[in-house]
């Protein structure tokens, strides 16, 4: 059974235009309960824990190039700046669908780091060059000479 903030994510997921299959998988997922697969997610929701984390992988394959995301596989990968995309794309995320941000870094992920990387996002300086460059976000500078709202606003949530 998903839980409300489970079920608000995938809906949300499948808006913007990623796909959102529901599986029983595997014990050895990555993340519990959630895989990549090409566009999108698979969701086992017997065996989901946290929620945010359909979001974090969700985080991964938005940010890939569309060619990329077409053909993900289950592992999003060891690059660091990829992680550092989705987790600072999740972070908006979970801004914009009005989830406390501890809902993506929970206390039983992140090596112990969640709390530090809550407030790393927060500030908005982290991984917003990144996203920036993917042209999926401004700093607060080249938002305010375009008049739109900086990070964690989001301007397109898939890059092109």
């Not at 499948?14 to 599986?23: A, D, P, R, Y």
């Not at 008049?147 to 397109?156: E, G």
Request: charge should be negative; include cysteine.
């Amino acid at each position: 059974m998903l839980s409300p903030a489970a079920t608000l994510i995938i809906d949300w997921l499948q808006q913007i235009g990623l796909t959102v299959c529901f599986s029983p998988l595997d014990a050895d997922t990555f993340l519990p309960g959630v895989t990549l697969m090409p566009s999108g997610l698979i969701v086992d929701p017997e065996r989901l824990l946290y929620p945010g984390d359909l979001l974090h992988e969700a985080g991964h394959l938005a940010t890939m190039l569309p060619a990329q995301r077409a053909s993900a596989g289950s592992n999003a990968g060891s690059d660091m700046g990829g992680e550092i995309a989705a987790q600072t794309w999740s972070y908006a995320a979970a801004i914009h669908l009005r989830l406390p941000p501890e809902i993506v870094f929970h206390s039983n992920g992140y090596k112990g780091a969640a709390a530090s990387l809550i407030r790393i996002y927060r500030d908005g300086t982290a991984g917003v060059p990144l996203l920036q460059w993917m042209g999926l976000t401004l700093d607060s500078t080249r938002a305010a000479s375009i008049s739109v709202p900086p990070y964690p606003h989001i301007i397109r949530w898939l890059r092109t």
